[in-house]
């Protein structure tokens, strides 16, 4: 009697450890995507009127900044900066959101 329910309490612990490792897996590929797609990320953001355009990175770099020669002709300094500034920080905050939206997206069921 002893040795069958040392069989079976041993095969439900296999059970157990397979499914605790298969969820390990889950988690692990989740993670590794998760990684490639903000590593990869540009968020773009346009001024109101659409004469400026900025795209910053996963880290809020800027990485490209796109002018209308119009505003720049029309515009003075002042309010071109402003303007530029913030487009700038409309992309950085379209990039945090994305990041959370992604984070969110990728959070394991807590009934698993």
Request: aromatic residues 0%; contains cysteine.
């Given at each position: 009697m002893t040795e069958t329910a040392d069989r079976a309490?041993?095969?439900?612990?296999r059970t157990d450890l397979q499914d605790v490792y298969g969820r390990y897996?889950?988690?692990?590929?989740?993670?590794d995507e998760l990684q490639r797609s903000i590593a990869t990320m540009q968020v773009s953001a346009k001024s109101e009127d659409g004469a400026?355009?900025?795209?910053?990175?996963?880290?809020?770099?800027?990485?490209?900044?796109?002018?209308?020669?119009?505003?720049?002709?029309e515009w003075n300094n002042e309010t071109l900066a402003r303007v530029i500034v913030e487009t700038v920080q409309n992309a950085s905050a379209g990039k945090s959101r994305q990041i959370e939206q992604l984070v969110s997206n990728h959070r394991p069921d807590d009934n698993a």
């Open positions: 309490a041993d095969q439900s612990l897996e889950e988690l692990r590929s989740g993670v400026i355009q900025a795209t910053v990175d996963a880290d809020g770099r800027l990485v490209d900044l796109r002018l209308d020669q119009q505003a720049c002709r």
